[in-house]
């Protein structure tokens, strides 16, 4: 969705957002043209800290585009913050539940609208030493198969210092240095049509995180740690009689 279809909500909650984020963050972005078009895109960017979804929708904004980030289903319940949230196309997921179902209807609906949809495959800060992007979670690639929507990485360094997520220390420090890279659509062509099996899902996982600590290196300059090993499944023994 394109900014020019915004309604008088998510235009007032950039002009309160988006002059506190200009004086705060000292901003390098690359990639945005990644975003263009009008069609639904799937992001997915790395989760470093709970300053980092400010950091993300001001790129994503920035490149045109209107974030809809996914947020847990009873935060939107909440008096006044639900009806805000609701009233700018944010999207909420019943986790654990029959009612994640409909939560996937949700996002397809936002996806054939031309919706760009923020998922953070990690599911919550990673937990990684040096903040290194960890293993992810499923869903980014089980909503990838069901639509066909290409998957766009984004990987950034700074909200961090924005907010520490390990000493939970607020940073007000203004012009902070922030980078945010947007790179190419993951290929995940070898696995169109293919039934979403969890071997399948975890597969387009590894290869969709993958790609987001290499752009994380390329922006740190460092070496990424060794690629982890997803826990071998124990097959139950054949009986015989």
């Not at 994503?60 to 209107?66: E, F, M």
């Not at 209807?105 to 030493?129: F, H, K, N, Q």
């Not at 969890?198 to 290196?217: F, K, S």
Request: aromatic share 6%; with cysteine.
């Amino acid at each position: 969705m394109g900014r020019r279809k915004l309604g008088f909500w998510p235009r007032f909650a950039v002009v309160l957002v988006k002059p506190v984020l200009t004086v705060w963050t000292r901003r390098s972005w690359r990639g945005t043209e990644q975003l263009g078009g009008d069609g639904g895109i799937i992001i997915v960017p790395n989760h470093i800290s709970h300053a980092d979804p400010l950091v993300a929708a001001h790129f994503i904004y920035d490149a045109g585009r209107w974030p809809q980030f996914l947020g847990k289903a009873s935060v939107f319940r909440v008096p006044v913050i639900g009806w805000i949230l609701h009233r700018c196309r944010q999207i909420p997921v019943e986790r654990g539940s029959v009612d994640a179902v409909k939560s996937l209807d949700r996002l397809v609906e936002a996806l054939d609208s031309g919706g760009a949809v923020v998922i953070y495959p990690e599911g919550t800060i990673t937990r990684e030493p040096d903040l290194w992007p960890m293993r992810g979670k499923t869903g980014a690639a089980r909503l990838a198969l069901a639509t066909g929507a290409p998957v766009i990485p984004v990987a950034m360094v700074g909200p961090e210092r924005m907010f520490d997520p390990k000493t939970a220390r607020l940073g007000l420090r203004p012009r902070t240095p922030v980078t945010v890279v947007a790179g190419p659509p993951v290929d995940l062509s070898r696995w169109a049509g293919a039934t979403p099996t969890r071997a399948i899902l975890e597969e387009m996982t590894d290869t969709i995180m993958l790609r987001i600590r290499d752009l994380v290196a390329e922006i740190r300059g460092g070496t990424p740690p060794p690629l982890w090993e997803r826990p071998a499944r124990t097959r139950t023994p054949e009986v015989t009689e």
